[in-house]
């Protein structure tokens, strides 16, 4: 059993910046790939960023490309998504996600 909790959220004006956390507790994140996804008001959760347990390569969708990174520490248990540049568009929920689980989820506004 993993579980996952989200923090970092807020509302920013476009152009700032958050680092979202991501905490696991239960099970150690080693072993797993981490990833995050979010959910905007009325539409499809949808795949932002991973990093990989092996050698933390990482793969970001196409839209937050050059503007987020994702990174872990694996001595903390947390996976960060630093977010920069933000824009109207990111404003959505952001969760983690380790294979079955998923975390509460963080808020993400980013207004005009």
């Known amino acids: 059993q993993v579980q996952l909790v989200e923090s970092g959220g807020g509302l920013v004006q476009a152009g700032g910046s958050l680092r979202l956390s991501c905490a696991a507790s239960g099970r150690a994140f080693s072993g797993y790939n981490i990833h995050w996804f979010r959910q905007a008001p009325g539409k499809e959760r949808e795949f932002v960023a991973s990093i990989t347990w092996s050698d933390s390569s990482t793969y970001y969708a196409d839209s937050v490309k050059g503007r987020f990174t994702i990174s872990r520490d694996n001595a903390k248990n947390t996976v960060y998504l630093q977010m920069n540049s933000l824009k109207p568009e990111d404003t959505a929920v952001y969760y983690c996600?380790?294979?079955?689980?998923w975390g509460q989820g963080t808020q993400v506004t980013v207004s005009s």
């Open positions: 996600n380790v294979q079955v689980y």
